[in-house]
């Protein structure tokens, strides 16, 4: 990875840190993006104790604001002038409804609208330094899930966390084919993956069930370092040069959903994206 540049989303813990870190000691730059300046730093300073040679840098952004990951994507293009892989990670599960600053239901913010919004922002770079790779961590929650193409904010219906969550992984998936679909032939790969069930942070973001279950599970689940394995090898390896449109799990192509492979499902999903986040451009 040396001379190339990588963007992690939620690099600040995790899945993300595991990445960036890894990434770096492969000699990557690598660009962290976290909502929290300290906790991002803190990331930051142990990625450069562990390879000196690279400083890495840091870009805060809450991705919960379609305007922060508008001003977080200007501040990497003004930082690097080259993108070899964005690693979209960055991911939340929400107990509960809650709504972002532009009135958008968090889950499918976060998960979805800034991984889709950032890669856009992102795609002139990512096309200028080709051949580059755009990975996206979804998840095996995405399995059973469905869009509720009614009401994908569950605004009006129940709201049910693991619903929603596997829902936003799904439409990462269904993102992913799509991007990989329009991409062909610019040298930029779109491949999604789901990293294993691992002992980060994930679901401590807001008290509940999960948090309660994940804190008594952490012993029997895989380390972080375990967790970012695939989507090191989708950002690093020679092996996956050119391969695209793809889910991956243990460094391996698997099938994703039957509902994931609807070609119709993946170019709805993606009208009804764009039109969101004009909605919040014209808004902002
Ligand atoms: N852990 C698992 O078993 C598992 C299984 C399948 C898939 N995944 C996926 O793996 C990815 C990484 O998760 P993880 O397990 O490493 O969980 P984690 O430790 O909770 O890390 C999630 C990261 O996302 C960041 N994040 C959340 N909301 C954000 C926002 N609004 N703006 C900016 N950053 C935000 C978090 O920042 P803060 O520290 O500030 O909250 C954190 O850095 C997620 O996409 C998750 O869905 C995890």
Excluded at 76 to 101: C, F, K, W
Excluded at 171 to 187: D, I, S
Excluded at 194 to 222: D, N
Aim: hydrophobic share 45%.
């Amino acid at each position: 990875m040396e001379g190339k540049t990588v963007v992690v989303t939620g690099a600040n813990q995790g899945i993300g840190k595991a990445s960036a870190l890894a990434l770096a000691r492969r000699g990557a730059r690598v660009i962290l993006v976290a909502r929290n300046h300290a906790k991002g730093q803190a990331a930051l300073d142990e990625i450069r104790a562990a390879s000196p040679a690279q400083q890495g840098d840091l870009v805060v952004a809450d991705l919960a604001s379609s305007a922060d990951v508008r001003r977080a994507a200007a501040e990497i293009r003004a930082r690097t002038g080259r993108l070899d892989v964005l690693l979209n990670n960055a991911g939340v599960y929400v107990p509960e409804r809650h709504t972002t600053v532009d009135g958008v239901e968090e889950t499918f913010a976060v998960n979805h609208l800034a991984p889709f919004l950032l890669t856009h922002e992102l795609l002139d770079l990512l096309k200028a330094s080709a051949p580059s790779r755009v990975v996206t961590v979804s998840s095996e929650a995405h399995r059973g899930a469905r869009m509720q193409w009614d009401d994908v904010q569950f605004a009006s219906h129940r709201y049910r966390g693991f619903k929603v969550y596997g829902q936003s992984k799904l439409a990462n998936v269904l993102f992913t084919y799509e991007l990989a679909r329009r991409l062909q032939g610019t040298g930029v790969t779109a491949n999604a993956l789901h990293p294993g069930v691992i002992a980060s942070g994930f679901g401590q973001t807001y008290p509940g069930a999960l948090a309660v279950v994940t804190r008594l599970a952490k012993p029997f689940l895989l380390s972080s370092e375990q967790g970012a394995r695939t989507s090191v090898y989708l950002a690093s390896s020679p092996e996956v040069e050119g391969m695209t449109g793809q889910y991956f799990s243990k460094s391996r192509p698997v099938r994703s959903s039957a509902v994931s492979y609807d070609e119709a499902a993946q170019r709805k999903l993606w009208a009804l994206s764009v039109e969101l986040v004009r909605a919040h451009a014209h808004a902002a």
